[in-house]
């Protein structure tokens, strides 16, 4: 179908009282486009980089979900690239201020970056939910074990379904960024489908934040080291922030005949809560780098509990092995902290025995392990191993 004006010469919308069509020095949010994606791509390229080495060089265990990530940073930078890409044709501009031509090459490409949001998405929060199921369910299945499961099928559901929705919301797809395109328009309902989108990315996001808050509430250690631990995975409080900031402007966005600057914010607000959610799951792996960084150790184990054996020293001088990287393993003796989050050394403790007195004891080979009361967190005083001959029977 042929254009009734000049798509090329013609604004998208007529300007309210008081502005003109193509002012000669409009108003754009493209400046705060190229440092949102900026800020968001460096921080969390580099925060993927470091995890990286923290799995592949110091702790030399590379995981699922760190090949989770590195797709995940390769969609963002996708999605950043192509987003900035809109903005070269007017998007963050008043539409009275872009042709009609230029606002459909807009929508055009915010419906790649729709396309691209979702499986890069999806590989961010998987890398979460399998770092918390890591961390937290080592040893037993438990409620988080089913919850983390439960989470990655509902949200593999609902990408899957998201990116279809926008693949295929018209039918022939020229139509989504074309109203002149030929044949008839079969189109499904894109505002719904962009709120829901946003409304459903919120839930899962304060779901995987509640969740590893959950974990710690049954870690046996001091309210302060309790603040400590959840701070780290708090972090993905500004994924819900950014979730929230996201649905307003897409309401406002669904509300709007000004398409071309409002979708701007909504477009950097995806874009900020993309980032947050890869930096969720970079950041427990920090403490561990950092300690690698000041020369310390790497095979210390942290064990909180109060009853029953934890762990037990494998030899002279020698500390058990660190299973993974994630291992904080609730488990009926409490939850063993290893090589994710190190605290600092005085908080250090082996709970070995229900002895209640906090009395030393003998590991049965010559080693001297201090016992820890119920509920409180002692530390290993001192590991010690004698070595002596046998003496060999006299013959009758």
């Known amino acids: 179908m042929e254009p009734p004006v000049d798509i090329y010469t013609t604004p998208g919308l007529l300007p309210p009282e008081g502005h003109e069509i193509f002012e000669s020095n409009p108003y754009t949010l493209r400046p705060h486009a190229i440092a949102t994606g900026a800020i968001c791509l460096t921080f969390s390229v580099l925060a993927v980089t ?76 998987l890398a979460v939910l399998l770092q918390i199921k890591r961390i937290f369910t080592a040893h037993q299945k438990n409620f988080t074990y089913f919850a983390v499961w439960f989470l990655i099928a509902a949200n593999l559901a609902v990408y899957t379904a998201i990116l279809f929705a926008f693949i295929f919301a018209c039918y022939p797809r020229e139509h989504i960024w074309n109203p002149f395109a030929e044949g008839k328009a079969r189109c499904i309902n894109t505002a719904a489908t962009m709120i829901s989108s946003s409304a459903i990315n919120l839930i899962s996001d304060f779901t995987i934040l509640i969740l590893p808050l959950l974990g710690i509430s049954r870690l046996q250690m001091p309210l302060s080291r309790k603040i400590g631990v959840a701070a780290i995975f708090t972090t993905g409080a500004f994924a819900c ?54 020369g310390k150790p790497i095979t210390e184990i942290y ?57 030393r004891t003998s590991n049965g080979s010559g080693s001297s392990v201090a016992l820890a009361p119920p509920g409180k967190i002692s530390r290993t005083i001192e590991i010690e191993t004698v070595n002596r001959p046998r003496t060999p029977r006299p013959t009758p």
């Open 50 to 125: 470091a995890r990286t080495f923290t799995k592949a060089v110091v702790l030399k265990q590379i995981e699922v979900e760190d090949w989770a990530l590195l797709f995940a940073i390769a969609g963002l930078a996708a999605f950043t690239g192509v987003m900035l890409i809109a903005f070269d044709y007017g998007c963050g501009k008043h539409n009275w201020n872009v042709s009609i031509a230029d606002t459909m090459k807009v929508v055009y490409y915010a419906n790649i970056v729709q396309i691209l949001y979702s499986p890069p998405m999806f590989a961010a929060k």
């Open 241 to 294: 922030a950014a979730c929230i900031a996201r649905l307003v402007f897409t309401i406002k966005l669904t509300q709007s005949k000004d398409i071309t600057y409002a979708l701007a914010p909504a477009g950097m607000w995806a874009l900020a809560e993309f980032a947050t959610v890869i930096l969720c799951a970079c950041f427990p792996t920090f403490p561990r780098l950092l300690k690698f960084l000041r």
């Open 303 to 359: 064990s909180y509990g109060s009853s029953g054996p934890s762990s037990k020293p494998t030899g002279k001088g020698s500390k058990a092995k660190s299973p993974g990287p994630y291992a904080w393993a609730d488990s009926k003796v409490g939850t063993t902290i290893r090589s994710y989050i190190p605290l600092e050394e005085s908080s250090i403790g082996l709970a070995t025995s229900s002895n209640t007195n906090g009395e």
